[in-house]
């Protein structure tokens, strides 16, 4: 580490390690800017599901439970009322470590199953927690942690039906499993399932029976529905499905059904499996690739969401008439949550967002039609002078790599573009198994605000347009879905007014790695780069992780030592030598999911012969980092770095 400080003669980059939030770019050039910017992306920020969102609904009373950030500390539990959602009480407080994606209510709904990451490192510890802790409660974590089961990667879990037991399904070094636990924080677990596969979803939900939705040795590329007794551990049968990183299945609250994709057409084929009987029968099916899906309380009905270009609806689903019926939602994004009586009617619950609405609760009335935003979590500067929005163009063109078809967003500023043209950032998405859609985005607008175009492409390898898209990444990364990206620059520069001498590209985790592949391997074609936590080397990153990032690695590359070479030639680091653009990286230190290491080799590589770079670390965090305060300052220094080398290059 002492070369990596020690001061160059005539270097030009900088690096920063975030301690504290007072050392923070404290007396750099970058302050100016960030006094500017720093509330337009704090509203940004906390307009996005990421800062605020439901966990888990009450059956019958009047709460939810809701994940929102700290201001310094980070994820915070919180109690939520429905009838006044700004009442609430913290259940879990930012000092906690709450690990912030996972909370689920008992049966009885006297008590919270959760979990609490203390490092950003991701190996949870499993917790229990009371319905109405006070937060002084809350504040000693060491009585509530179940003591027998060793931190790994918890993947999901959830109740027995009577309350009395745990399933959980998790990732440790060299296999996942699916373990049971009593409820009880000083019981030990018993392993039900060893060394399964491409675990995505478990789900215990009927007295006699349980799922795990997995995969089939060889990578996660052909979906496995295993259905098990989840006492004596009994599989009792085992159903090919299409892999899905969107479907979301839950058991039949009244029925041992559940429903699955039978890998059939260009979507799959939605089915019920019923556990008792052994029957699968296809149901009515909505246009597009298939999401989550939730059950109204009798069973009766299914509310499955669907998505298509960016879009994602919401129908209803009659299994006994076996009818179809399309919600009447908002346009743009609709994610449903939860479906009960409510104030004397049957009522959906659901989140919405679209280009220029923020994420919020709604409440879609199923025998009137009526639609009622529940929630005003966001900032009601938002649309206004002071945080200006600006709609979304869905594009679409042909990638020069292969004539495929790419979707996209481009956002342009409102205002009338400079000389040239606007400068323009090629924003890439993570995963890569995720998608730009039709929501609010409250970084790109803070982009736009500041001159930028933002194109925001759904390069192959994405969800959202089916499983033989998702699949054509197979052994391509950062050769085709890289061509898919320039290709989309050279439309949009071609179509709109964008200047082609100032184009950048940024992005996280996946994006990270595009970002760093994009200049190393098309280095004349980018002025500048920001990665946040990047992958800069696939061997490393299959070498170190545990199971479930092997069976991501072998979803990418197949076979990882008969295609090292390979995945060492689509690695970033082989080529760094070649980066010419400035370039920005963040990480965390205790990232499991893309390792610091070689995101450090490729810097110091960088830094050997005074590139122009920026690198900034986090010591305490991992690959999500759960501090609003660094998220905040690592966007505004992605702002100002970004500005600084795109709006005054010609």
Same mark, same amino acid.
């Given at each position: ?22 050392q923070?770019?404290?007396g ?28 888990? !609904? ?19 539990? &919180? ?62 974590m ?11 990667r ?41 060394d399964i ?97 939730i ?18 609806? #919401? ?22 949550y ?70 996209? !967003? ?8 400079p ?7 090629a ?34 390898g ?7 898209? %998702? ?19 050279d439309? #949009?520069?071609?179509?709109f ?37 990047? #992958?800069?080397?696939?061997?490393? %990153? ?13 979803y ?19 080529? #760094? ?22 995101? &450090? ?11 122009? &770079? ?22 505004a ?11 005054s290059?010609?």
């Amino acid at each position: 580490m002492q070369r990596f400080f020690k001061k160059k003669p005539h270097s030009i980059a900088r690096f920063f390690i975030k301690r504290t939030t007072k050392q923070i770019c404290a007396g750099l050039w970058r302050n100016i800017i960030l006094l500017s910017i720093y509330e337009r992306l704090k509203i940004a920020f906390e307009a996005s599901a990421f800062d605020t969102r439901p966990l888990d !609904f009450s059956k019958k009373d009047d709460f939810f439970l809701l994940q929102t950030l700290d201001e310094i500390e980070g994820n915070s539990l &919180l109690r939520s009322s429905l009838t006044d959602p700004l009442k609430q009480e913290t259940l879990l407080p930012g000092s906690s470590k709450f690990y912030g994606q996972l909370a689920v209510l008992s049966p009885d709904e006297r008590q919270i199953l959760t979990a609490i990451d203390p490092d950003g490192s991701e190996l949870l510890h499993l917790c229990l927690l009371d319905t109405l802790p006070s937060v002084k409660e809350t504040e000693d974590m060491q009585g509530r942690i179940f003591t027998e089961i060793k931190p790994h990667r918890i993947l999901w879990f959830s109740w027995s039906p009577d309350g009395k037991n745990i399933l959980y399904a998790g990732s440790r070094e060299k296999n996942c499993h699916v373990s049971r636990i009593a409820n009880d924080v000083k019981a030990t677990p018993e392993v039900v399932l060893d060394d399964i596969h491409g675990v995505l979803w478990s789900e215990w939900g009927h007295p006699k029976f349980a799922f795990v939705q997995g995969a089939r040795p060889g990578g996660m590329r052909d979906g496995l529905l295993t259905v098990f007794n989840p006492t004596s551990a009994e599989v009792l049968s085992e159903i090919s499905t299409l892999i899905s990183f969107w479907f979301f299945q839950k058991w039949n609250p009244e029925r041992p059904l559940v429903p699955l994709l039978q890998p059939s057409g260009d979507f799959g084929k939605l089915s019920l499996y019923n556990a008792e009987s052994g029957e699968l029968r296809e149901i009515p099916q909505p246009d597009g690739e298939i999401a989550q899906c939730i059950w109204s309380q009798d069973g009766e009905k299914l509310f499955q969401r669907s998505m298509r270009e960016g879009r994602s609806v #919401v129908h209803e689903i009659n299994i006994d008439e076996n009818s179809l019926r399309m919600l009447d939602l908002p346009v743009g994004t609709n994610t449903p949550y939860y479906a009960r009586e409510w104030n004397g009617k049957q009522t959906l619950f659901f989140a919405h967002s679209d280009a220029v609405a923020a994420n919020e609760l709604w409440v879609h009335n199923l025998e009137t039609g009526l639609n009622e935003k529940l929630t005003q979590w966001r900032s009601a500067a938002i649309g206004t002078e002071d945080f200006p929005v600006v709609e979304s163009k869905s594009i679409t063109y042909k990638s020069l790599f292969d004539g495929t078809t790419i979707h996209g !967003f481009l956002f342009l500023p409102s205002e009338s573009p400079p000389p040239g043209g606007y400068p323009c950032l090629a924003y890439i998405h993570g995963g890569p198994m995720y998608h730009y859609s039709d929501e609010f985005n409250g970084i790109f607008q803070v982009f736009t605000q500041e001159g930028f175009a933002i194109f925001a492409p759904n390069f192959r390898g994405s969800t959202g347009y089916g499983p033989a898209f %998702m699949k054509s990444l197979f052994q391509e990364a950062g050769r085709a879905d890289l061509q898919d990206v320039s290709s989309g620059v050279d439309h #949009v520069v071609e179509n709109f007014d964008i200047n082609p001498k100032r184009v950048g590209i940024t992005g996280a985790s996946y994006g990270g790695f595009m970002t760093l592949a994009a200049l190393a391997f098309q280095p004349e074609r980018w002025v500048a780069g920001y990665a946040s936590v990047p #992958v800069a080397d696939w061997t490393y %990153m299959a070498d170190h992780g545990d199971a479930i990032y092997k069976e991501f690695i072998e979803y990418m590359w197949g076979d990882v030592e008969k295609n090292r070479p390979l995945m060492l030639e689509r690695s970033p680091i082989s080529k #760094v030598d070649d980066v010419r653009a400035p370039l920005g990286i963040s990480q965390g230190a205790n990232d499991s999911r893309t390792p610091f290491p070689p995101v &450090l080799e490729f810097a110091n590589r960088l830094y050997a012969r005074s590139h122009t &770079l920026e690198l900034h670390i986090t010591p305490d965090s991992g690959h999500l980092t759960i501090r609003k305060d660094e998220i905040i300052r690592d966007y505004a220094g992605r702002v100002a770095f970004l500005k600084t080398h795109l709006t005054s290059k010609e």
